[in-house]
Nanobody, 112 residues
Framework: VQLQASGGGLVQPGGSLRLSCAAT????????MGWYRQTPGKQRELVAQ???????DYADSVRGRFTISRDHAKNTMYLQMSSLKPEDTAVYFC???????WGPGTLVTVSS
């Protein structure tokens, strides 16, 4: 199983980014998938998850600003992030919610 998160970068407060997570060895549509983030000194936080039937749920801190989605043909998960805040700065990861495997994350920095 390989999960490669990408799309991070530096963005100003109020800006937007879209993260991607290309999966190999696992079908993103057949698994409950989650986007997580981690900042230094803090535990990893589940920010968004999508069930196999397409239902989505979000952490209170991102609800209304982040949108999780998937592309079955590309076997890829996405996280559209809008109205970004400095406190959204973190390394973002994606993985099945049942898995203990953490692939490489992508760094998002929100700063002016």
């Amino acid at each position: 199983v390989q999960l490669q998160a990408s799309g991070g970068g530096l963005v100003q407060p109020g800006g937007s980014l879209r993260l991607s997570c290309a999966a190999t060895g696992i079908n993103v549509g057949a698994n409950q998938m989650g986007w997580y983030r981690q900042t230094p000194g803090k535990q990893r936080e589940l920010v968004a998850q999508m069930t196999t039937d397409g239902g989505a749920d979000y952490a209170d801190s991102v609800r209304g600003r982040f949108t999780i989605s998937r592309d079955h043909a590309k076997n890829t998960m996405y996280l559209q992030m809008s109205s970004l805040k400095p406190e959204d700065t973190a390394v973002y990861f994606c993985k099945p919610t049942w898995s203990s495997y953490w692939g490489p994350g992508t760094l998002v920095t929100v700063s002016s």
